[in-house]
């Protein structure tokens, strides 16, 4: 079974344009959650990451990502996407130890 | 800091030959992963080692893949014979310990192409 659903494949935007991306995960009890990016050419790196607390949590680069229990989501937002943000997004999440990531949704942001 | 390195960075081989995927993590860091990252999918973990010790290889196909980290430093991955599914990414990545809240640092990976 998928632990972790990311919906949007392919998302292209143009600069200053808000950004949501979605994220699923399937299972109940305690969730460590993380989003990575992979700008084109590097490797991938942690952008940030939820364990407890605040649900609303703030990453790098003007990322942010909140927690819904309820909806077992972790969306990542960004009020106005740059050129530069142009990547691949990861969610993952810890389960039985091992992190499980999403497939993956590809960011195209056009000047 | 230096990161996770990687070696080589692509390999092209054919079926039923061998390959092997060279990694040292960041210094200090006791916990070595590799991850197979097919094209269009997020990374599978294969294999988890805490220094020298596996603790978890419960996804590694272990009729072809074999992997080691002889000395809790550097590790090395190596698919005996290659399958054209094999064709993916390989990442390794890092960690200090084998902690839930422990960062994972990634490497480059190596790409690798089996026709």
């Known amino acids: 079974a998928q632990s972790v659903s990311q919906h949007n494949h392919h998302v292209i935007l143009s600069e200053a344009a808000s950004l949501e991306l979605g994220c699923n995960y399937s299972?109940?009890?305690?969730?460590?959650l993380f989003w990575y990016v992979q700008y084109p050419g590097q490797h991938l790196q942690l952008l940030l990451k939820?364990?407890?607390?605040?649900?609303l949590v703030k990453g790098i680069k003007g990322f942010e990502a909140e927690f819904i229990k309820s909806k077992f989501s972790f969306n990542l937002r960004k009020p106005s996407v740059q050129w530069s943000d142009t990547a691949e997004y990861f969610c993952?999440?810890?389960?039985?130890?091992?992190?499980?990531f999403g497939t993956g949704t590809r960011l195209q942001v056009f000047p | 800091e230096a990161g996770v390195a990687q070696s080589p960075r692509y390999k092209i081989i054919e079926k039923r030959q061998s390959v092997a995927f060279w990694c040292n993590p960041i210094?200090?860091?006791?916990?070595l992963y590799w991850y197979q990252q097919i094209l269009g999918q997020g990374p599978k973990l294969l294999i988890q080692?805490?220094?020298?010790?596996?603790?978890?290889d419960s996804q590694l196909p272990k009729d072809r893949f074999s992997a080691e980290r002889l000395k809790g430093v550097d590790s090395t991955l190596k698919i005996q014979p290659a399958k054209l599914e094999d064709s993916a990414v390989y990442l390794c990545?890092?960690?200090?310990?084998?902690?839930?809240?422990?960062?994972?640092?990634f490497g480059p990976g190596t790409r690798l192409t089996v026709l």
């Open positions: 990545a890092s960690s200090l310990t084998r902690g839930r809240t422990d960062t994972q640092y």
């Open positions: 299972y109940g009890g305690t969730v460590n």
């Open positions: 939820y364990f407890s607390g605040d649900p």
């Open positions: 993952a999440v810890i389960r039985t130890d091992k992190l499980i």
């Open positions: 210094s200090g860091h006791a916990t």
């Open positions: 080692f805490q220094n020298n010790g596996v603790v978890d």
